[in-house]
Nanobody, 123 residues
């Protein structure tokens, strides 16, 4: 089974940018659909973005459309989340997750999760 490790945590000012990485090991990340979710303190995990095996099918949550970009480099076994024009409400723990089958926006669509990486946005 694949294991996932997120990196790229940081503190940025509102309007700034940050890039998160999700590195896979154990199996090729190209075999999986990969999603990013965000969790604020005291809240559940909310869908941010997901990318298909080929990278040709991409979904974004409404709150991040036009500001975030998900991409993947299967040769590097890594999926990225480029976050631009960050807002305070983007803060939280970001998790990447993998699914072998069809996966869209639900937490339950994904079988494997990383440990999370922290994003803090100051106003």
């Amino acid at each position: 089974q694949v294991q996932l490790v997120e990196s790229g945590e940081g503190l940025v000012q509102a309007g700034g940018s940050l890039r998160l990485s999700c590195e896979a090991s154990g199996r090729a990340v190209g075999e999986y659909v990969v999603g990013w979710f965000r969790q604020a303190p005291g809240s559940g995990r909310n869908f941010v973005a997901r990318i298909s095996w080929s990278g040709k099918s991409i979904l974004y949550g409404d709150s991040v459309k036009g500001r975030f970009t998900i991409s993947r480099d299967n040769a590097q076994n890594t999926v990225y989340l480029q976050m631009d024009d960050l807002k305070p409400e983007d803060a939280g723990t970001y998790y990447c997750a993998a699914a072998e089958g069809v996966a869209q926006t639900l937490v339950s669509d994904y079988e494997v999760w990383g440990q999370g990486t922290q994003v803090t946005v100051s106003s």
